[in-house]
């Protein structure tokens, strides 16, 4: 759903929208929906803002992602909201580095409008965790046949690293 600038000079956009599997991509990061994605808000411009877009709604999700221990999929509910600022591109300096404040970092820039889809995409990689493990316990793979050690146990004796073998016979 593309949100036209000219079209928000006019009046304020409401969306509703359920988005399917595949209707957003999340190329290189092998996510997937686990559940159609379902996004509601809306999209004004700010009066005597030089243009600036606020947009505004709530979304809920739930992300099929491989855990990064163990490598299964696991589904991760997400549900939360934004608010966010756009300004056009042309406000844009021209010089190559510019100084920014903190609050300034929370702004975006379009061209002439805004992709809903991509709004979404990027709030959806910020909600999701940095490590995705299926749970705290997860043991992960086993380094030396490849088992999933949650699933079965394997014979397998961890090799010591001994480049810093001498440092055990230092006293204390």
């Known amino acids: 759903m593309f949100l036209s600038v000219k079209e928000l000079e006019l009046r304020k956009i409401g969306f509703d929208k359920v988005f399917e ?3 957003i991509e999340f190329e290189g990061e092998n996510l997937e929906l686990g559940s159609p994605l379902h996004a509601t808000g809306s999209a004004e411009l700010l009066p005597e803002s030089g243009g600036q877009v606020r947009v505004r709604g709530s ?9 990064d221990r163990c490598l299964a999929r696991v589904p991760f509910p997400l549900q939360a909201e934004f608010d966010l600022y756009y300004r056009p591109v042309s406000d844009l ?3 190559e580095e510019i100084k920014i404040d903190a609050g ?8 002439d ?9 990027e709030q959806v990689l910020l909600a999701l965790p940095m490590q995705r493990v299926c749970s705290e316990t997860c043991k992960g793979i086993c380094p030396g046949c ?19 073998g ?7």
């Open 166 to 172: 001498a440092l055990r016979n230092l006293e204390l």
């Open 93 to 95: 300096p021209d010089e």
């Open 59 to 67: 979304y809920s999700v739930e992300i099929v992602a491989q855990c």
């Open 104 to 111: 300034e970092a929370e702004i975006g820039f379009y061209e």
């Open 21 to 23: 599997s595949g209707q």
């Open 113 to 121: 409008g805004l992709e809903l889809e991509d709004l979404l995409r």
């Open 146 to 164: 490849g088992r999933n050690r949650n699933e079965t146990a394997c014979d397998c004796k961890p090799e010591m690293d001994d480049r810093w």
